[in-house]
């Protein structure tokens, strides 16, 4: 009687693909940026999220219960929602347009050192706050 599945109630959702569409505007993002014809703020927030993104260390690390999956879960679509709607359409299509095409995704060294240095900071502060609650 109450043998419904999981696929009865949710629709069929083909997450690979799901992810390259998601891959392909990051990357769609990160040639905005690149383009004279978007603005400053628009530019600065697709930046945030392309270096997010493609930063070779992961900010939260998946070993982490729930927040390591959060940050590709819902950060990144999010991100990734409110950044197109500051970029003007026909610059963003042209841009999809050249995304692709590409091969390998770039290497966002500004972000990966952003990041370390994020966790060098809270760590530091961690070890500053547990001396000072000690001695």
């Not at 950044?83 to 026909?90: A, D, F, T």
């Not at 042209?94 to 091969?103: I, K, L, N």
């Amino acid at each position: 009687m109450y043998s419904r599945q999981v696929t009865d109630i949710l629709p069929a959702m083909p997450w690979r693909e799901t992810a390259r569409n998601l891959e392909r505007e990051v990357y769609a993002l990160y040639l905005a940026v690149r383009d004279p014809r978007v603005p400053w703020y628009a530019k600065l927030c697709a930046g945030a999220v392309v270096a997010y993104v493609f930063s070779p260390i992961d900010p939260l690390p998946d070993f982490i219960p729930v927040l390591g999956n959060l940050d590709e879960l819902i950060v990144v679509p999010l991100g990734v929602m409110l950044v197109r709607r500051l970029i003007p359409p026909g610059v963003l299509d042209e841009c999809r347009a050249r995304a692709v095409t590409f091969d390998a995704k770039p290497k966002s060294w500004l972000g990966a050192i952003i990041v370390v240095a994020l966790w060098v900071a809270l760590a530091g502060l961690g070890v500053y706050l547990s001396w000072r609650w000690l001695f």
